[in-house]
């Protein structure tokens, strides 16, 4: 809480204060419901009373077994589906308290001011879609077969209650807490958290129909699957994130041989990805090119060091020594499955559009597709970075040189996506690079991406 600013501490106390008010009022009416002598009715009776802790029970345990997304501020758990399956079984009151438990969650290490934000936007996002569910006509209870239907429109308006309300009360907490806009979440992490909302809606649905044949059971037989389905996701985005520090790991250990080119295979990587983006490429092959582009380079570290740090011109064999770089690159990764059709990427980067490249020459089309991206992103980045012996070119001089060399060098497609993809996507350019430290020695190490000064090469040793 401490840490929290001024502005987030407000909100959260705000957000705890209304839902302490919605929470009071649902346990006096259900208080109110159980009394001797209660005509009955729709909302928490006694014999609801078994229903509503049946189901604070499954929120509970779905809510301690939240999933990750790729998102790094989202986590979704299957206990969505619970809440909204008690908003038809139970009521808004009944809901809101089902809602708060998600204060008592096992998830440890979630600090206590989570917890009760997690609780407390839960107990008003479940009484407020109860309490729409009741104004449109939505019948508290069992639902039966014959009226099944017409539940089906107020549970429909519950929903589109519940999910935005719990987004917008979460992304403000989160743009309070850590500075991160509504607007910088990636827009396909925010859609895959609405589909996966609207998708449990349909499960509550179901766990409520079921329960008048299965009773508690209903929630195991719909939510079980879901959990499964949930974990396996959950297993596949811990493997990607594993991927991705690996393919980091091995990013920074290229980068420690050349002072000048740290950051340059992040970049890389974001360059390719809008030149891979802006001609259609699916996901699959979206997330392979960004390994391609962070791995392009992995090679240097089969060359000597010496030979890539050289200042001035490099003999013919310390040539062949840097233009080996491709192969050696393969070699490190060709281990790694994963990477797929980044090898081609990996081991062509340095081949022109003329056929005048290395290792192996080709050119036009016969260079694989991922190895022209990756030559055009890889040359844009070294121009407009700086380098021990030229500071670095402004991003339209950089865009002129490429169109200049589009047809001899680069292909002249990737050339235009880029430039067209530029138009809606800034480049941010790194920030000036301090000369290194005296010991690091660099003074005038070319950059043998830089298609603007080419490296000398003389005859002999
Ligand atoms: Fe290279």
Not at 7 to 35: D, F, K
Not at 94 to 110: D, I, K, Y
Not at 149 to 175: C, E, H, K, Q, S
Not at 388 to 413: C, I, M, W
Request: charged share 20%.
């Amino acid at each position: 809480m401490r840490e929290l600013s001024w502005p987030a501490r407000v909100y959260l106390v705000a957000v705890i204060v209304v839902a302490a008010g919605v929470i009071a009022h649902s346990v006096a009416s259900i208080g109110q419901a159980m009394a001797p002598g209660h005509p009955g009715g729709e909302g928490v009776g006694a014999e609801e009373l078994g229903t509503l802790l049946v189901l604070a029970l499954l929120f509970l345990v779905c809510e301690s077994m939240p999933t990750l997304l790729n998102v790094e501020q989202f986590a979704v758990s299957v206990s969505f589906s619970a809440a909204l399956a008690a908003v038809v079984l139970i009521g808004p009151e009944g809901t809101a308290l089902v809602g708060f438990t998600a204060v008592f969650s096992v998830r440890p290490g979630l600090p206590l001011v989570k917890r009760l934000f997690n609780g407390a936007q839960f107990a008003i996002c479940g009484h407020a879609a109860g309490w729409v569910y009741v104004r449109l006509g939505g019948r508290i209870g069992v639902p039966e077969v014959h009226a099944f239907d017409d539940l089906i429109g107020p549970y429909v308006a519950a929903t589109a209650v519940f999910v935005p309300l719990n987004i917008v009360l979460t992304l403000t907490m989160i743009r309070l807490a850590t500075g991160v806009r509504a607007m910088e979440v990636p827009m396909r992490g925010l859609a895959q958290f609405l589909l996966s909302y609207l998708g449990y809606g349909t499960f509550g649905l179901l766990v409520a129909g079921l329960w008048a044949t299965v009773q508690s059971i209903s929630a195991v037989l719909v939510l079980l699957p879901l959990f499964v389905a949930r974990w396996a996701l959950g297993q596949y985005h811990a493997q990607q994130r594993s991927y991705d520090a690996t393919i980091a790991a091995l990013c920074q250990a290229v980068e420690t041989k050349d002072y000048y080119t740290r950051g340059h295979c992040t970049r890389v990587s974001a360059a390719s990805s809008m030149i891979a983006q802006e001609i259609g490429m699916g996901q699959e092959r979206l997330r392979a090119i960004r390994y391609a582009g962070m791995l392009h380079d992995v090679g240097k570290l089969g060359v000597p060091t010496k030979v890539l740090q050289k200042e001035g011109p490099l003999t013919e064999e310390e040539f062949a020594a840097i233009q080996l770089h491709p192969m050696r690159g393969l070699e490190i990764v060709r281990g790694i499955d994963f990477l797929d059709e980044a090898y081609a990427g990996i081991m062509h980067h340095h081949e022109r559009h003329d056929g005048r490249g290395y290792p192996m020459g080709l050119a036009g089309d016969e260079i694989p597709e991922f190895a022209r991206i990756i030559a055009v992103a890889d040359a844009f980045d070294s121009m407009t970075s700086d380098r021990s012996y030229r500071g670095a070119r402004p991003v339209e001089v950089a865009v002129e040189e490429l169109r200049k060399n589009a047809g001899t060098q680069f292909d002249p497609v990737m050339v235009s996506a880029f430039v067209k993809a530029l138009e809606h996507e800034p480049w941010q350019p790194p920030r000036r690079v301090e000369p290194p430290p005296p010991e690091a020695d660099e003074a005038a190490v070319k950059d043998h991406d830089d298609p603007t000064m080419p490296i000398e090469v003389v005859s002999g040793p």
